[in-house]
């Protein structure tokens, strides 16, 4: 039975839990690619999938801050499992803001009762990451047909329903508008749907990013929600999910140091360094002490980015959601920057021993390595150094 989480603390105790248990077992599905279907529905019963459901629909409605913790806690001990339910939050929080009442209500229950939701975004057709070719098409009967194909799924093989964004098919496009776009919320068994399991990715092994093909699948007008709706005023929805993206990055960089660490205290010395033990090294020390300064500020900007987004949302002006999604930049950044950089710096404190293949310590740097391709960092730069020398707001999109 799923269990309904109150509060923002017990949330992130529950996470605690959690990733106490996924901790002992990552290494080992990483080195196999065993799919996390046992954890999954662990985390399902967990309650953790509806902590963001608004309070008026039952749920416990916790703070950026909150969702921020609990992603990195989960990210620090499995980073794939931590990256599924990404999308989950997401789509929650679309329908926050632009679903219907019956749609709010409808969804939220499902989340609150432990369903999974997953998304079908992605294409490669298209010349970049915003052309999509899957449409919805309108039939007499008033209900829809959704055709396309979408990549990098993840969470798709173990979903209940996936988010699939597509392009509204026979609605008029004045000029220098963009295309209209929906997001359907689709059951995973609807009759021509099929996920294949092919993500072949040197990290993030486990989360089963499949390829989602869509044919002929019947949608009713109920699962239909507004997409480019989310952008058309000021907003934290792009933000939000950087957040998410950030978190993971940061609890990544924790996970690696922790392990670093525990390597050190098993490694043998250094001979020119005349001490008995590795952690005696004074330049091991060193190290491990800028590595934790990468880490502890990683975490401070992801702390101080979850607070300017809860900021925005309870007086949202084009100031505050600016503002909000800059600050989120930031900790992306330098979330991004700090799981790379301590994901390889790990082998250095642990020595040769730390490369051995039956640790797996790779897994850390192949995860942070994969999960950072996601957005280019160097786009946030140049939004971050807009802002900074002349207050130019950065656009407004779901990857800011």
Do not use: C
Request: without cysteine.
């Amino acid at each position: 039975m799923t269990q309904v989480i109150r509060s923002a603390a017990e949330a992130e105790a529950v996470a605690g839990e959690l990733a106490r248990t996924f901790a002992a077992g990552a290494a080992d599905r990483d080195r196999t690619r065993r799919l996390p279907g046992t954890e999954l529905d662990e985390l399902s019963r967990s309650g953790l999938l509806g902590i963001a459901v608004p309070a008026r629909f039952g749920g416990a409605e916790v703070p950026a801050t909150t969702l921020a913790t609990v992603f990195a806690i989960l990210a620090a001990a499995d980073a794939s499992i931590a990256q599924i339910p990404h999308s989950h939050f997401v789509f929650l929080d679309a329908l926050r803001r632009t679903g219907s009442e019956a749609q709010q209500e409808r969804f939220f229950a499902e989340a609150l009762a432990g369903a999974r939701f997953a998304n079908a975004q992605s294409e490669r057709g298209g010349r970049t990451i915003t052309d999509d070719a899957t449409t919805l098409s309108p039939r007499e009967d008033g209900t829809y047909v959704l055709d396309g194909v979408k990549y990098y799924s993840t969470g798709a093989l173990f979903a209940d329903w996936l988010v699939v964004r597509a392009v509204r098919a026979g609605v008029p496009v004045p000029d220098g508008a963009p295309v209209p776009k929906a997001l359907v919320y689709l059951r995973r068994e609807t009759p021509g749907v099929a996920v294949d399991d092919d993500w072949d990715g040197m990290g993030q092994r486990t989360t089963a990013s499949g390829t989602v093909r869509l044919e002929g699948a019947v949608v009713d007008e109920d699962a239909v929600v507004a997409y480019n709706a989310l952008f058309e005023g000021p907003t934290t929805y792009g933000a939000r999910a950087q957040l998410l993206h950030a978190a993971l990055d940061v609890g990544l960089a924790r996970g690696a140091l922790a392990a670093g660490t525990e390597q050190a205290g098993r490694a043998r010395p250094w001979f020119e360094a005349g001490v008995d033990r590795a952690a005696d090294d004074p330049l091991l020390i060193q190290r491990a002490g800028e590595l934790e300064i990468a880490v502890r500020a990683a975490e401070a900007l992801l702390r101080e980015a979850g607070a300017a987004i809860d900021a925005a949302e309870a007086a949202l002006t084009a100031e505050t959601a600016a503002a909000a999604s800059i600050a989120t930049a930031v900790a992306k950044v330098a979330a991004s920057r700090a799981s790379v950089d301590v994901a390889s710096a790990l082998f250095e404190l642990g020595g040769t021993r730390a490369a051995s293949d039956s640790l797996n310590l790779s897994r850390f740097w192949r995860d942070a390595r994969t999960h950072t391709l996601h957005d280019p960092e160097r786009w946030k730069v140049q939004h971050i150094g807009r802002w900074t020398l002349s207050r130019t707001p950065p656009p407004r999109h779901g990857l800011l």
